[in-house]
């Protein structure tokens, strides 16, 4: 992969471009969650597009509320580095974030408004976020509920496809919920990399957390059949348990050989735990889909090498 250039690179640190296909991820799964497949077309298309907006938009609009905070304890971050503009970065936020609303409305055949509400609520909870709601609970809360809603406007569209008169059931919400739990669990852990807050909350420790995370990361193979489209069969859900653990299992022993990790360790960890987003949600789509329908679960799954790459040259936390 060719090196960016230093100005692309530092809007490419900004926008978080590296978490870009656990966004995509999202979308996607969540369509399967609500249909057992993926109906791509306008409508996909368009709710695909507005949640990179929000998301990226998102993340350079924390990164310019940072930028003096990030100054005096992150100077390499792109704005007090002088990558990107303070002016840039706001302006760049504020294009991304207000995309959506037309991206949704001018779609074609987007008869259910119910998935474009659920996203703006998304980018709205993401603002809040970004300009001050980030105290050590309310700020994990939010960061969960950003990620669960994303995945439910997803899931909200793909019912809406396959059947515009029946809503989902609220079980199929259960792996939305369980994937804002594992958002909410890592933004908890992101927290203790700031020592004044992990020594505040030292009886809550880093490793106990990511132990947590690393649990939590099996939801979609431990959830009730109700929450998929129709019941996973065992040796289907058997072998998704299978996935999942490969990937835990190094998480698991990363948090038993540091119990007291310093805030770069916690760091490393929250890159390791956010490029498992798309696993999770690889694992509900490969459960969703069964198999009549196990690509939209298998594409996703070979976004995660991807992201990996992406995280290397373009670390997200």
């Given at each position: 992969?060719?090196?960016?250039?230093?100005?692309?690179?530092?809007?490419?640190?900004?926008?978080?471009?590296?978490?870009?296909?656990?966004?995509?991820?999202?979308?996607?799964?969540?369509?399967?969650?609500?249909?057992?497949?993926?109906?791509?077309?306008?409508?996909?298309?368009?709710?695909?597009?507005?949640?990179?907006?929000?998301?990226?938009?998102?993340?350079?609009?924390?990164d310019w509320a940072d930028r003096e905070f990030d100054a005096a304890t992150r100077p390499d971050r792109p704005i007090p580095s002088g990558g990107v503009s303070a002016r840039s970065a706001f302006a760049l936020a504020s294009i991304l974030l207000g995309a959506p609303l037309v991206l949704l409305v001018v779609s074609p055949g987007m008869d259910s408004r119910l998935p474009g509400a659920v996203l703006l609520a998304v980018a709205c909870l993401a603002v809040l976020y970004d300009v001050?709601?980030?105290?050590?609970?309310?700020?994990?809360?939010?960061?969960?509920?950003?990620?669960?809603?994303?995945?439910?406007?997803?899931?909200?569209?793909?019912?809406?496809?396959?059947?515009?008169?029946?809503?989902?059931?609220?079980?199929?919400?259960?792996?939305?919920?369980?994937?804002?739990?594992?958002?909410?669990?890592?933004?908890?852990?992101?927290?203790?990399?700031?020592?004044?807050?992990?020594?505040?909350?030292?009886?809550?420790?880093?490793?106990?957390?990511?132990?947590?995370?690393?649990?939590?990361?099996?939801?979609?193979?431990?959830?009730?059949?109700?929450?998929?489209?129709?019941?996973?069969?065992?040796?289907?859900?058997?072998?998704?348990?299978?996935?999942?653990?490969?990937?835990?299992?190094?998480?698991?022993?990363?948090?038993?050989?540091?119990?007291?990790?310093?805030?770069?360790?916690?760091?490393?960890?929250?890159?390791?735990?956010?490029?498992?987003?798309?696993?999770?949600?690889?694992?509900?789509?490969?459960?969703?889909?069964?198999?009549?329908?196990?690509?939209?679960?298998?594409?996703?799954?070979?976004?995660?090498?991807?992201?990996?790459?992406?995280?290397?040259?373009?670390?997200?936390?």
């Amino acid at each position: 992969m060719t090196a960016p250039g230093p100005r692309a690179g530092a809007i490419a640190r900004l926008l978080r471009f590296s978490l870009f296909p656990s966004v995509v991820a999202d979308v996607l799964a969540g369509m399967t969650l609500g249909s057992g497949e993926v109906q791509f077309g306008p409508p996909a298309a368009a709710l695909l597009l507005a949640s990179l907006c929000v998301f990226h938009g998102a993340m350079a609009l924390n990164d310019w509320a940072d930028r003096e905070f990030d100054a005096a304890t992150r100077p390499d971050r792109p704005i007090p580095s002088g990558g990107v503009s303070a002016r840039s970065a706001f302006a760049l936020a504020s294009i991304l974030l207000g995309a959506p609303l037309v991206l949704l409305v001018v779609s074609p055949g987007m008869d259910s408004r119910l998935p474009g509400a659920v996203l703006l609520a998304v980018a709205c909870l993401a603002v809040l976020y970004d300009v001050g709601l980030r105290g050590p609970w309310i700020g994990p809360v939010l960061l969960g509920l950003c990620r669960g809603g994303n995945l439910s406007a997803g899931l909200l569209l793909g019912a809406a496809l396959a059947a515009p008169e029946e809503p989902p059931a609220p079980l199929r919400f259960l792996v939305p919920v369980a994937y804002g739990l594992y958002v909410f669990f890592v933004a908890r852990l992101g927290r203790l990399e700031d020592r004044e807050e992990r020594d505040e909350h030292r009886k809550i420790g880093a490793s106990t957390l990511f132990l947590v995370v690393a649990t939590l990361l099996l939801g979609p193979a431990l959830l009730p059949g109700t929450a998929y489209p129709t019941a996973p069969p065992l040796l289907l859900r058997l072998g998704v348990l299978a996935i999942l653990l490969l990937v835990a299992i190094p998480m698991v022993r990363l948090a038993l050989a540091d119990r007291s990790p310093c805030p770069a360790t916690i760091e490393r960890w929250m890159g390791v735990a956010l490029g498992r987003l798309v696993v999770f949600t690889a694992a509900a789509a490969l459960l969703a889909g069964g198999a009549a329908h196990p690509g939209p679960g298998i594409v996703l799954l070979l976004l995660f090498p991807f992201g990996r790459i992406l995280a290397r040259r373009f670390p997200p936390s």
